[in-house]
């Protein structure tokens, strides 16, 4: 059975600098032109500062790519994330349960099957977390890790505005090149080919609390460019007041078994 961790992309965040700073070049012409492009510089560098940056404690996060829901939640003092994703069979309808934790270097499983009634041979796993060991899996890329507060790659995102624009009461809008840095790395190859030249001028909004903290990101790709992939989601909520992320110890968890990894690493 080859099941694809879609999860484990979503939530990978990309590297590179997130808060580089624009040059501000000195125009000459009206006083006008100068003070839109102080503006525009401005909305930029306050959006990229709500980007979360562990101060925040933990936190809740949903998201969609386009064709997978994600949500979990990130614990920055204790090196900690979790997620889940619910991925469909197309052709036999069952759906594929997989969630993930992972406190500092260590990572965890679970994973069910539904809607499984008429269909026979689909495995059961235990229902307790299973801990993974790195070693036995074909691909370890394919299983998430911490790696930052910023699962949902809203940083890399922002820093490749073209514009920004403050609307007002927390929300700003304005366009995304994908093309550009790391945010070309967030979506996937097919998603980036079905945006083509769009995929340089991808309209987004955005969300912030009056705490000045990211709380939506919404890239409208199907309005750039007529891809299947209708938007691209990413939401933060709850900061501070999300339960903190432990290792599951005692009757919550044991060592996976041979067939997690087996589904893990695509059946082999």
């Given at each position: 059975?080859?099941?694809e961790i879609?999860?484990?992309?979503?939530?990978?965040?990309?590297a590179g600098?997130?808060?580089a700073?624009?040059?501000?070049?000195?125009?000459?012409?009206?006083?006008?032109?100068l003070?839109?492009?102080?503006?525009?510089?401005?909305a930029?560098?306050?959006?990229?500062?709500?980007?979360?940056?562990?101060?925040?404690?933990?936190?809740?996060?949903?998201g969609?790519?386009?064709?997978?829901?994600?949500?979990?939640?990130?614990?920055?003092?204790?090196?900690?994330?979790?997620?889940?994703?619910?991925?469909?069979?197309?052709?036999?309808?069952?759906?594929?349960?997989?969630?993930?934790?992972i406190v500092?270097d260590?990572v965890?499983?679970?994973?069910s099957f539904t809607?499984t009634?008429?269909?026979?041979?689909?495995p059961?796993?235990?229902?307790?977390?299973?801990?993974?060991?790195?070693?036995?899996?074909?691909?370890?890329?394919?299983?998430?890790?911490?790696?930052?507060?910023d699962?949902?790659?809203?940083?890399?995102?922002?820093?490749?505005?073209?514009s920004v624009?403050?609307?007002?009461?927390?929300?700003?809008?304005?366009?995304?090149?994908?093309?550009?840095?790391?945010?070309?790395?967030?979506?996937?190859a097919e998603?980036?080919?079905?945006?083509?030249?769009?995929?340089?001028q991808?309209?987004?909004?955005a969300?912030?609390?009056?705490?000045q903290?990211?709380t939506?990101?919404?890239?409208d790709?199907?309005?750039?460019?007529?891809?299947?992939?209708?938007q691209?989601?990413?939401?933060?909520?709850d900061?501070?007041?999300?339960?903190?992320?432990?290792?599951?110890?005692g009757?919550?968890?044991?060592d996976?078994?041979k067939?997690?990894?087996?589904?893990?690493?695509?059946?082999?």
């Amino acid at each position: 059975m080859n099941t694809e961790i879609r999860a484990a992309r979503w939530a990978r965040r990309t590297a590179g600098p997130m808060a580089a700073l624009l040059g501000m070049a000195v125009l000459l012409g009206g006083c006008g032109t100068l003070k839109e492009e102080v503006a525009t510089v401005t909305a930029k560098q306050t959006l990229l500062g709500t980007v979360p940056d562990g101060d925040e404690g933990p936190f809740r996060f949903s998201g969609k790519d386009g064709s997978d829901d994600v949500s979990g939640s990130v614990d920055p003092a204790a090196k900690g994330l979790e997620l889940a994703t619910a991925i469909k069979d197309p052709e036999h309808g069952f759906t594929t349960n997989i969630a993930f934790r992972i406190v500092g270097d260590d990572v965890w499983t679970k994973i069910s099957f539904t809607g499984t009634k008429g269909l026979t041979g689909l495995p059961k796993l235990p229902k307790k977390w299973l801990k993974l060991d790195p070693a036995k899996l074909t691909d370890a890329e394919s299983v998430p890790k911490y790696e930052g507060t910023d699962p949902g790659n809203t940083g890399p995102l922002l820093q490749a505005a073209t514009s920004v624009n403050d609307e007002g009461n927390g929300r700003y809008s304005g366009s995304i090149d994908l093309t550009s840095g790391e945010a070309a790395k967030v979506l996937e190859a097919e998603q980036m080919t079905a945006l083509g030249e769009a995929a340089k001028q991808v309209p987004f909004t955005a969300t912030v609390d009056g705490e000045q903290r990211l709380t939506s990101l919404v890239l409208d790709l199907a309005k750039a460019g007529g891809t299947n992939a209708a938007q691209y989601v990413v939401n933060y909520q709850d900061f501070g007041s999300t339960p903190k992320l432990a290792a599951p110890a005692g009757a919550q968890a044991q060592d996976a078994p041979k067939l997690a990894y087996e589904l893990l690493n695509g059946g082999e």
